[in-house]
């Protein structure tokens, strides 16, 4: 149910209807995650966004006047979220995704304000970025739009369905897929021709979106897709990580037809070309197999199977073949645990490792999770999980304490 808060003033003579359609686009659209860092000021800004130019720090969208947007317009509003420059001609960052906003119709745009607006005010005011130099002169994101934003609605697509066309509408738009989802040049845009290919962001993997059997959905059905989406948690894997939260502030409250209409657009993803992985030497693979039935088989299962919906496959898995093995080692160090959603309210767990094995153990096990039962990923590096370990801090092992007893030498 809808609750209007202490902003409702601003939203007076709005008919309900608009105000509901909003607040499921604003759910569609992750807002609250990236606009809050107090989760009692919701939407009122300041959360760090980590970028490879600096930090930048969400703005305020609460309808306070001085220090969020209540003195903006609908027309200041949609040239924000259309072509990414607010009222007093600021250009904004594509941190704030308004290459992805631009896809959205003006209604649209306008209901999201509309929900905005009825919001309770707050007076917080956002920590200024810290970009690197120049980036840190706005006028840089004309450049910038010159080079690699193109504004414009979505325009559906007459050769396909209502349901494809409203999923790619979502997943382009709203939803912003391809902001985690698709690799970024040096200049932070996306790379040309490789939409939802998977990339590296804040230390985790987002995976592959493209319909590969290795490393992407291919072995997802849609309704595989839509239950993931929905709960957190699906036969396959489970959402943890930054992707744990777009379940739980965005996909667990958007309706069935709309997870349905992402899940028939991303089956049609086509795949991604494949690259021929690097192979592991046979030690580290005796020495990760060693390790693994140690520390890991008593959920994974030895021959790595898993438990469904409580233990992910770790065979077959495609994010452990990513190319880009962060979130198989992250998970490694730190542990993980799944969504909780109001279908799936109690999560899954794993414990971190950090502790117990040292980097070249964990270098070991990961590539053999990367390589055993039929899956194919090229061998991690002991340096890749030092690396790791420093970004997130993960406790260090103990120089004589291993989980297996096994020793890698290093080469």
Known sequence: MLVLAGGAAQAAGLPYSLLEKGKRLVDAGDCQACHTQDKRKPFAGGRAIPTPFGTIYSANITPDRDSGIGGWTEDDFYRAMHEGVAPHGERLYPAFPYPN???????????????????????????????????????MMAGWNMLFFTPGEYKPDPQKSDAWNRGAYLVQGAGHCGACHTPKNVFGADKSGEDLRGAQIQDWTAPSLAANDRDGLGRWSKEDIVEYLKTGRNKLSGATGLMAEVVVNSTSKMSDDDLNAIATYLKDTPPAPDTAPGAPTQEVVDAG????????????????????HMFPPLKDNAIAQQEDPSTVVRIILEGAMTAATKERPTPSAMPAFAWKLSNEEIAAVATYVRNAWGNRASPVSASAVGKMRQAINAEKAGPQVAGSGVRINPR
């Open 101 to 139: 906003f631009t896809k959205m119709t003006r209604d649209d745009v306008n209901a999201i304000r509309a929900y905005l607006m009825s919001l309770a005010p707050v007076g917080d005011r956002p920590p200024p970025n810290e970009l690197l130099w120049p980036l840190n002169h706005r006028i």
């Open 289 to 308: 197999k060693a390790i693994y039935n140690d520390s890991c088989a008593a959920c994974h299962d030895t021959s790595g199977v898993g438990v469904p």
